[in-house]
């Protein structure tokens, strides 16, 4: 089984922020490969079906991003993924100050980078061996990191940040398939330029 995580944070007043990229992927994703609807259970909204070859759940908690970990765990023990699961099995989807504006970067395993939404998910699974595919939001000077990632995203900046979710949702069969090698040397950088 593939489990991909979309990070973000349930309604409307963040449907359209920097830090629900995670959510957009996930949807953008499932609408390409023809999921069923996303169904409430438990903590999160969960589609499954199997594509390329993988049985695949894509996962949506309807926590607040900092409380995503918990529901994440809730559903695997429910799913039959107890303890630690295995390293290619899980793929985080979320937003990276750190990064240019529209910048796709998939990593294998590391620190949070002060994204409170993966260090939920990497203590609730008891290690930081998870998958990530990282979409860089950029980071204004002088900002508060905290308050710009919740901002709706500003007119000049949603076209390369529409193009990179539709980007990133286009690497995820690659990810299933592959690995998060090959998509990283397929698609690490990639974005839509000025």
Not at 39 to 60: D, M, P, T, W
Not at 64 to 73: D, E, F, L, Q, T
Request: proline share 5%.
């Amino acid at each position: 089984m593939k489990c991909i995580v979309g990070l973000g944070n349930p309604g409307e007043r963040y449907a359209r922020s920097r830090h629900n990229v995670g959510f957009l992927i996930v949807d953008r994703f499932a609408a390409l490969e023809g999921f069923p609807a996303a169904q409430k259970n438990l903590r999160v909204l969960l589609a499954e079906k199997r594509i390329h070859g993988h049985e695949v759940v894509l996962l949506k908690p309807m926590t607040y991003m900092n409380a995503s970990g918990p529901a994440v765990r809730e559903i695997l023990d429910q799913l039959g993924v107890t303890g630690v699961p295995p390293a290619d099995s899980i793929l985080l989807v979320h937003d990276d100050i750190d990064l240019p504006l529209g910048k796709l970067r998939f990593r294998a395993r590391g620190a949070s980078g002060g994204h409170r939404g993966v260090e939920s998910v990497t203590a609730a699974l008891e290690t930081d061996v998870v998958s990530r595919l990282k979409v860089g939001v950029g980071r204004p000077e002088g900002a508060d990191a905290a308050e710009y990632v919740l901002e709706p995203l500003e007119v000049g900046e949603e076209r390369r940040f529409l193009a990179a979710a539709e980007r990133g949702a286009e690497a995820l069969p690659v990810w299933v398939q592959e690995g998060v090698e090959a998509a990283a040397n397929r698609f690490n950088g990639q974005g839509l330029e000025a």
